[in-house]
């Protein structure tokens, strides 16, 4: 079975640091891979998404990801933070058949003047 | 031009209840599926229909009854609402004969809260 962590449940940044949010994936075959964000009382909006065509995927808003097979992971990254940037960010996987993706717990971003 | 729409926006009731959550799509996606996100924000699959037939049916009460009319609806039914039901519900959307790769788009979602 497929599962997705996120480590770090709460991050904290100042304005203008780098953002890095963590994503592990366990799958048995190579998945899909999506970041989504969550702002209050929103819905979800894809950031971007890793369909194996490239392992460093840009996304909106500045955000990166990339995929490494060898560590099972599609950390989120942006260069600068943004007041703006503050949500729950979710990392996401999908496999080869059906239509069911799995999302990680989460991880809030906070930026800091 | 909203592409994924779900009436009402929050929904507060008392325990025993029968309620419905409604969710369009203008997208022509052929997808749709429903997810439960609790008050910790983690998100768990609850239904998904693709063109109206059931693909996904996760361990939910079967107090929980979706129905799809048609391909760009999808309906959420309680019956019988209980206290741990309170959360909030999205509904969402995919190209699925897209392939797996083809993302989700989510509705605003409704807030529910059970008295």
């Known amino acids: 079975a497929q599962s997705v962590t996120q480590l770090g449940s709460h991050v904290s940044v100042s304005e203008g640091a780098l953002v890095l949010l963590r994503c592990n994936y366990s799958?048995?075959?190579?998945?899909?891979l999506f970041w989504y964000v969550q702002y209050p009382n929103q819905g979800l909006q894809l950031l971007l998404k890793?369909?194996?065509?490239?392992?460093l995927v840009k996304g909106i808003n500045g955000f990166e990801a990339e995929f490494k097979k060898s560590e099972t992971s599609f950390h989120l990254t942006k260069p600068s933070a943004h007041m703006s940037d503050a949500a729950e960010y979710f990392c996401?996987?999908?496999?080869?058949?059906?239509?069911?993706?799995?999302f990680g717990p989460g991880t809030r971003l906070s930026v800091l003047p | 031009d909203t592409a994924v729409s779900q009436t009402p926006k929050y929904l507060v009731t008392q325990m025993g209840n029968d309620k419905s959550i409604k969710c369009e799509q203008n997208?022509?996606?052929?997808?749709m599926y429903w997810y439960k996100q609790d008050s910790k924000k983690f998100l768990k699959i609850m239904f998904s229909?693709?063109?109206?037939?059931?693909?996904i049916n996760e361990t939910v009460p079967n107090r929980f009854s979706p129905k799809s009319p048609d391909k760009a609806h999808l309906n959420l039914h309680i019956n019988s609402l209980e206290l741990g039901d309170s959360a909030v519900y999205f509904c969402?959307?995919?190209?699925?004969?897209?392939?797996?790769?083809?993302?989700?788009?989510f509705g605003n979602g409704t807030r529910l809260t059970v008295t």
């Open positions: 969402a959307s995919s190209q699925g004969d897209a392939g797996a790769n083809s993302p989700l788009h």
């Open positions: 799958s048995s075959v190579p998945p899909y």
């Open positions: 890793y369909t194996s065509a490239a392992t």
């Open positions: 996401a996987v999908s496999l080869n058949y059906g239509q069911n993706f799995v």
């Open positions: 997208l022509g996606h052929d997808t």
């Open positions: 229909y693709n063109n109206k037939e059931l693909i």
